[in-house]
C-alpha cells in the first residue's frame, strides 16, 4: 500500500512537513503563554498557591456535608414539608429513632423480660436517648419485644449517630442471657450500617481509583516516570476542586452531601486523566515534528484546545442542568461536579503542558520521542498500526458495520426490559447487616411497620378525627397521639407492611387520599416517615427523568453543533449516544441478574444517563474533532478514517482508564454503589470499542460528506 492510499497519509501537503503553525487564535496565544519559555514558571507558580490554598481547605469538606433527611428529598414534597413542621415545634429535630429487637425462638423468658426492662433503664440513667424512651412492647407470641430508642443525630458529623448506635449495642448486647439474640433496626440502625460500611471507604476509594489509574497509565506509557505526571496533576486538582467546594458550602449555602463528595472525586480523576491522555498523545506526536519542545507544546495544546474545552463545557453544563431538579440532592450535585470538571479543565490545560515542558523530553524514557523527518507520513503509519488495520477495515465495509453494530446495541438494550426498581433496605448492602435482620424478626412477630411508623403531622383541632380516620384505611395497623405543640399534633400511624415496601408505599398514599377527602380539619395534614419519604423521592425522581433527561440531550446536542459547525452529524453523533446509553443499561442489568441484585433505586438511571451521556460523549468530541481537522486537508474519507487512526490509541486508553475509575466504586459495600460503577464502566466500555471505534466512523462513511452538513467537507 502507498501513503497516498494509507488512511494515515497526506493528500495534498508534503510528507515531511510539520504541522501549520496554530493560527493566532485565542486558543493559540493562551497555549503559547502556558508553554512559554518564561510564562510557563509562572504558570507553575500560579498552581503552587492555588494547591497550598486549596489542599488545607480540601480537608474540612467533611466539616459542610449536610445528610439530613431533607437534603435526599424533593424540595417541595409533603414530607420535606412535615419534616419541617417536626424540627420547628417538636422535639424531632436531628433524633432518629433506633429499634432494640430482642428475640427467642421458644420464646422471651421472666429472665429475658426483666433484662429488657434493665436495659430500658440504664438507657435512661446514663441519658443515652435524645428523648423519652416508651414502654417495652412485647409480641403477642411472646417470642420478641422491642424498645424504641430515640438518638442525636448531627447532619455534618455522621459520627455522632454511628457513635450512639454502636453504644446502645454495646449496652444491650453486653451479657444478654444466652439464646436472647439483640438487633439494632429502625431508620438510626439502618442509617448506622450505612455509616459502617462507608467509615474509611473514602481512603479506600481514592487508594484504589489512584492505583488502577496508575497501572493502566504506566501500562499506556510504558514508562517508569511519564504515568506520575496525569496522576500528580490531577490529583493536585482534585484537592484545588475539593477546597473550592468546601468554600461554595461554608459560605455560599452549596448542599453538600456524601454521594457529591465521593462522585467528585471519581469523576476528577477520570475526566482528568483522559484530558491527559489526549493532550501527552498530541504532545509525543508534535514532539516528533519540532525540534524545539515549546513549540510542540503550544501546538499540541492549541489542537486539542478546542476538544478539551468542548468536553468540559459539555460536561459541565450537562451537569448544572441538575439544578432545575426536583430532588434536593440532584440540585446540590450538579453545582459540585461542575465545579470538579472546570477546576480540572483548568489543570490539564495549564498546569499538565507546563509541568511536562518544564521536565523536557526525558520523562518519555525510553520511548522518547525525537524530532523526526517525515513522521507526518510513515511515522504515524508505525506508530499507530492496529488502528490503522482497524481504519482500513472499517473503510472496505463501512455498512455491515455500522447495521452490524447497531444490531449488536439493540440486542443488549432489550436487557433493560428485565429490571425492576425500589429497593427494600435489605436489599441495599452487598451483605447482610444488623438493621435488615433486625428489622426482618421484627416483621415476623408484630405489624411490619413496627420499626418506622408513618409521622403524620395534622392541625390539633383536627388530632381527634384523624385518628378515628386512619385505623380504617387499608393497610393501617393502628394510630396514637403522640404529642401537641405549636398548633400541630403528631400521630403515628403503624403500617402492616414493611416500611420500605412497594405495599407500604401503597398504604402512604391512601391515607394521603383518605385524610385529602375527610373533613376540613384534616385536610391539611401532612405524612412523613420512612414509608412517606421513599414514595416522595420515587416520584420526584421521576419527574426529574422527563425533565433533565431531554435537557441534557439538548445540552449536548447543542455543543455540538457548536463544535462541529454542522446539523447532521450532531443529529446522527446524539441518536448514537442515547442508543449506547440502552445497551449500558441493558448489559448491566445482565450482570446486575447474575450478582443477585437485579432491582435498581430509580435515581441510578438519571445517574447513568448522565455520567455515559455526558462523559461517553468526549469520546465522540476527541474523534469528531480530529477528524474534522484532517477532512480539511484530506477529504472526507480519508480525514474520518485518518481521524480513528490518530485517536483510537489515547481514546481506548481514556476509556478504560474512565471504566475502571468508576469500577472502583464497587469496592463500597453498597448495592447503589455497585451498581452505579457497573452502569458507568460497562456504558463506557461499549461506547469506546464499539460505538467511537466502528459505528460512527462507519456512519460517516455511509452518509458521506453531507455529514458535515450545513457546513463544507473542506473548509
Same mark, same amino acid.
Request: proline share 5%; hydrophobic share 50%.
Given at each position: 500500500?502507498?501513503?497516498?492510499?494509507?488512511?494515515?497519509?497526506?493528500?495534498?501537503?508534503?510528507?515531511?512537513?510539520?504541522?501549520?503553525?496554530?493560527?493566532?487564535?485565542?486558543?493559540?496565544?493562551?497555549?503559547?503563554?502556558?508553554?512559554?519559555?518564561?510564562?510557563?514558571?509562572?504558570?507553575?507558580?500560579?498552581?503552587?498557591?492555588?494547591?497550598?490554598?486549596?489542599?488545607?481547605?480540601?480537608?474540612?469538606?467533611?466539616?459542610?456535608?449536610?445528610?439530613?433527611?431533607?437534603?435526599?428529598?424533593?424540595?417541595?414534597?409533603?414530607?420535606?414539608?412535615?419534616?419541617?413542621?417536626?424540627?420547628?415545634?417538636?422535639?424531632?429535630?436531628?433524633?432518629?429513632?433506633?429499634?432494640?429487637?430482642?428475640?427467642?425462638?421458644?420464646?422471651?423468658?421472666?429472665?429475658?423480660?426483666?433484662?429488657?426492662?434493665?436495659?430500658?433503664?440504664?438507657?435512661?440513667?446514663?441519658?443515652?436517648?435524645?428523648?423519652?424512651?416508651?414502654?417495652?412492647?412485647?409480641?403477642?407470641?411472646?417470642?420478641?419485644?422491642?424498645?424504641?430508642?430515640?438518638?442525636?443525630?448531627?447532619?455534618?458529623?455522621?459520627?455522632?449517630?454511628?457513635?450512639?448506635?454502636?453504644?446502645?449495642?454495646?449496652?444491650?448486647?453486653?451479657?444478654?442471657?444466652?439464646?436472647?439474640?439483640?438487633?439494632?433496626?429502625?431508620?438510626?440502625?439502618?442509617?448506622?450500617?450505612?455509616?459502617?460500611?462507608?467509615?474509611?471507604?473514602?481512603?479506600?476509594?481514592?487508594?484504589?481509583?489512584?492505583?488502577?489509574?496508575?497501572?493502566?497509565?504506566?501500562?499506556?506509557?510504558?514508562?517508569?516516570?511519564?504515568?506520575?505526571?496525569?496522576?500528580?496533576?490531577?490529583?493536585?486538582?482534585?484537592?484545588?476542586?475539593?477546597?473550592?467546594?468546601?468554600?461554595?458550602?461554608?459560605?455560599?449555602?452549596?448542599?453538600?452531601?456524601?454521594?457529591?463528595?465521593?462522585?467528585?472525586?471519581?469523576?476528577?480523576?477520570?475526566?482528568?486523566?483522559?484530558?491527559?491522555?489526549?493532550?501527552?498523545?498530541?504532545?509525543?506526536?508534535?514532539?516528533?515534528?519540532?525540534?524545539?519542545?515549546?513549540?510542540?507544546?503550544?501546538?499540541?495544546?492549541?489542537?486539542?484546545?478546542?476538544?478539551?474545552?468542548?468536553?468540559?463545557?459539555?460536561?459541565?453544563?450537562?451537569?448544572?442542568?441538575?439544578?432545575?431538579?426536583?430532588?434536593?440532592?440532584?440540585?446540590?450535585?450538579?453545582?459540585?461536579?461542575?465545579?470538579?470538571?472546570?477546576?480540572?479543565?483548568?489543570?490539564?490545560?495549564?498546569?499538565?503542558?507546563?509541568?511536562?515542558?518544564?521536565?523536557?523530553?526525558?520523562?518519555?524514557?525510553?520511548?522518547?520521542?525525537?524530532?523526526?523527518?517525515?513522521?507526518?507520513?510513515?511515522?504515524?503509519?508505525?506508530?499507530h498500526g492496529a488502528w490503522a488495520r482497524v481504519s482500513r477495515a472499517v473503510g472496505l465495509r463501512p455498512r455491515p458495520i455500522w447495521i452490524g453494530s447497531v444490531l449488536v446495541l439493540a440486542?443488549?438494550?432489550?436487557?433493560?426490559?428485565?429490571?425492576?426498581?425500589?429497593?427494600?433496605?435489605?436489599?441495599?448492602?452487598?451483605?447482610?447487616?444488623?438493621?435488615?435482620?433486625?428489622?426482618?424478626?421484627?416483621?415476623?412477630?408484630?405489624?411490619?411497620?413496627?420499626?418506622?411508623?408513618?409521622?403524620?403531622?395534622?392541625?390539633?383541632?383536627g388530632a381527634a378525627a384523624t385518628v378515628r380516620m386512619l385505623p380504617t384505611v387499608p393497610g393501617v395497623s393502628s394510630a396514637t397521639e403522640v404529642a401537641s405543640a405549636g398548633g400541630w399534633?403528631?400521630?403515628?400511624?403503624?403500617?402492616?407492611?414493611?416500611?420500605?415496601?412497594?405495599?407500604?408505599?401503597?398504604?402512604?398514599?391512601?391515607?394521603?387520599?383518605?385524610?385529602?377527602?375527610?373533613?376540613?380539619?384534616?385536610?391539611?395534614?401532612?405524612?412523613?416517615?420512612?414509608?412517606?419519604?421513599?414514595?416522595?423521592?420515587?416520584?420526584?425522581?421521576?419527574?426529574?427523568?422527563?425533565?433533565?433527561?431531554?435537557?441534557?440531550?439538548?445540552?449536548?446536542?447543542?455543543?455540538?453543533?457548536?463544535?462541529?459547525?454542522?446539523?447532521?452529524?450532531? &443529529?446522527?453523533? $446524539? /441518536?448514537?449516544?442515547? +442508543?449506547?446509553?440502552?445497551?449500558?443499561?441493558? %448489559?448491566? *442489568? !445482565?450482570?446486575?441478574?447474575?450478582?443477585?441484585?437485579?432491582?435498581?433505586?430509580?435515581?441510578?438511571?438519571?445517574?447513568?444517563?448522565?455520567?455515559?451521556?455526558?462523559?461517553?460523549?468526549?469520546?465522540?468530541?476527541?474523534?469528531?474533532?480530529?477528524?474534522?481537522?484532517?477532512?480539511?486537508?484530506?477529504?472526507?474519507?480519508?480525514?474520518?478514517?485518518?481521524?480513528?487512526?490518530?485517536?483510537?490509541?489515547?481514546?481506548?486508553?481514556?476509556?478504560?482508564?474512565?471504566?475502571?475509575?468508576?469500577?472502583?466504586?464497587?469496592?463500597?459495600?453498597?448495592?447503589?454503589?455497585?451498581?452505579?460503577?457497573?452502569?458507568?464502566? &460497562?456504558?463506557? $466500555? /461499549?461506547?469506546?470499542? +464499539?460505538?467511537?471505534?466502528?459505528?460512527?466512523? %462507519?456512519? *460517516? !462513511?455511509?452518509?458521506?460528506?453531507?455529514?458535515?452538513?450545513?457546513?463544507?467537507?473542506?473548509?
Amino acid at each position: 500500500m502507498t501513503t497516498q492510499t494509507s488512511p494515515s497519509a497526506p493528500a495534498d501537503r508534503p510528507a515531511d512537513a510539520p504541522s501549520p503553525a496554530p493560527p493566532p487564535t485565542l486558543f493559540g496565544r493562551y497555549a503559547a503563554f502556558v508553554a512559554g519559555r518564561r510564562s510557563k514558571w509562572v504558570v507553575l507558580v500560579c498552581w503552587l498557591l492555588l494547591i497550598g490554598v486549596g489542599g488545607s481547605l480540601a480537608a474540612k469538606l467533611g466539616s459542610v456535608q449536610n445528610n439530613e433527611q431533607q437534603t435526599w428529598l424533593p424540595a417541595d414534597s409533603q414530607a420535606t414539608r412535615a419534616l419541617d413542621i417536626a424540627d420547628e415545634h417538636f422535639t424531632n429535630k436531628g433524633i432518629l429513632t433506633a429499634v432494640v429487637v430482642y428475640t427467642r425462638d421458644r420464646g422471651l423468658t421472666p429472665g429475658d423480660l426483666a433484662r429488657i426492662g434493665e436495659d430500658r433503664g440504664r438507657l435512661r440513667e446514663r441519658r443515652m436517648a435524645a428523648a423519652e424512651i416508651p414502654d417495652v412492647v412485647v409480641s403477642q407470641d411472646g417470642k420478641a419485644a422491642y424498645l424504641t430508642v430515640p438518638l442525636k443525630a448531627d447532619k455534618s458529623d455522621n459520627a455522632v449517630l454511628g457513635d450512639a448506635v454502636e453504644a446502645v449495642r454495646k449496652l444491650t448486647g453486653e451479657g444478654a442471657p444466652a439464646g436472647l439474640d439483640v438487633r439494632i433496626a429502625g431508620q438510626a440502625g439502618n442509617l448506622a450500617d450505612f455509616i459502617d460500611v462507608y467509615s474509611g471507604m473514602d481512603a479506600t476509594l481514592l487508594g484504589t481509583t489512584l492505583a488502577i489509574v496508575a497501572l493502566l497509565l504506566l501500562i499506556t506509557y510504558r514508562s517508569p516516570v511519564l504515568w506520575l505526571i496525569p496522576l500528580i496533576s490531577v490529583a493536585l486538582a482534585s484537592q484545588v476542586a475539593s477546597g473550592v467546594v468546601y468554600l461554595l458550602a461554608r459560605y455560599a449555602g452549596l448542599v453538600v452531601n456524601g454521594q457529591s463528595s465521593y462522585v467528585l472525586v471519581v469523576l476528577v480523576l477520570g475526566v482528568g486523566t483522559d484530558y491527559a491522555l489526549l493532550l501527552i498523545a498530541r504532545y509525543r506526536e508534535e514532539l516528533h515534528r519540532h525540534r524545539d519542545r515549546h513549540e510542540a507544546m503550544a501546538t499540541a495544546l492549541t489542537r486539542c484546545l478546542p476538544a478539551i474545552a468542548a468536553s468540559a463545557a459539555t460536561v459541565g453544563i450537562a451537569t448544572l442542568c441538575l439544578v432545575f431538579g426536583s430532588m434536593n440532592s440532584t440540585r446540590g450535585l450538579g453545582p459540585v461536579v461542575a465545579i470538579g470538571v472546570v477546576i480540572v479543565f483548568c489543570a490539564m490545560t495549564s498546569l499538565l503542558p507546563a509541568f511536562l515542558v518544564v521536565l523536557g523530553r526525558w520523562v518519555f524514557w525510553p520511548l522518547i520521542p525525537r524530532h523526526t523527518v517525515g513522521y507526518q507520513g510513515v511515522g504515524v503509519e508505525r506508530e499507530h498500526g492496529a488502528w490503522a488495520r482497524v481504519s482500513r477495515a472499517v473503510g472496505l465495509r463501512p455498512r455491515p458495520i455500522w447495521i452490524g453494530s447497531v444490531l449488536v446495541l439493540a440486542a443488549l438494550a432489550c436487557g433493560a426490559l428485565t429490571l425492576g426498581s425500589g429497593q427494600t433496605a435489605g436489599e441495599q448492602f452487598t451483605e447482610r447487616v444488623d438493621s435488615v435482620i433486625g428489622q426482618e424478626r421484627l416483621a415476623e412477630h408484630f405489624a411490619a411497620g413496627s420499626s418506622a411508623p408513618a409521622d403524620v403531622y395534622v392541625r390539633s383541632e383536627g388530632a381527634a378525627a384523624t385518628v378515628r380516620m386512619l385505623p380504617t384505611v387499608p393497610g393501617v395497623s393502628s394510630a396514637t397521639e403522640v404529642a401537641s405543640a405549636g398548633g400541630w399534633t403528631h400521630i403515628a400511624a403503624v403500617l402492616r407492611d414493611s416500611p420500605d415496601t412497594g405495599a407500604a408505599r401503597d398504604t402512604i398514599e391512601r391515607i394521603r387520599a383518605t385524610l385529602r377527602s375527610g373533613p376540613a380539619q384534616t385536610r391539611s395534614a401532612l405524612v412523613a416517615g420512612q414509608s412517606a419519604v421513599a414514595l416522595d423521592t420515587s416520584q420526584a425522581q421521576g419527574e426529574e427523568e422527563k425533565l433533565l433527561i431531554p435537557l441534557i440531550l439538548a445540552v449536548v446536542l447543542l455543543m455540538l453543533v457548536v463544535l462541529l459547525r454542522a446539523l447532521v452529524a450532531p &443529529v446522527v453523533l $446524539l /441518536l448514537s449516544v442515547v +442508543l449506547s446509553f440502552g445497551s449500558a443499561v441493558g %448489559a448491566a *442489568a !445482565l450482570i446486575y441478574h447474575a450478582l443477585g441484585h437485579p432491582r435498581i433505586d430509580r435515581g441510578l438511571l438519571l445517574f447513568g444517563f448522565l455520567f455515559l451521556v455526558a462523559l461517553g460523549v468526549d469520546y465522540t468530541i476527541f474523534l469528531m474533532t480530529r477528524a474534522r481537522e484532517e477532512v480539511r486537508v484530506r477529504g472526507h474519507r480519508e480525514g474520518v478514517l485518518t481521524g480513528l487512526t490518530v485517536t483510537g490509541g489515547v481514546i481506548t486508553s481514556a476509556g478504560l482508564v474512565l471504566a475502571a475509575t468508576f469500577a472502583a466504586l464497587t469496592v463500597i459495600p453498597t448495592v447503589n454503589s455497585l451498581q452505579q460503577g457497573v452502569l458507568v464502566a &460497562v456504558g463506557v $466500555l /461499549l461506547d469506546t470499542f +464499539l460505538v467511537r471505534s466502528l459505528l460512527i466512523p %462507519a456512519l *460517516a !462513511l455511509e452518509i458521506g460528506p453531507r455529514f458535515w452538513r450545513p457546513g463544507r467537507a473542506k473548509d
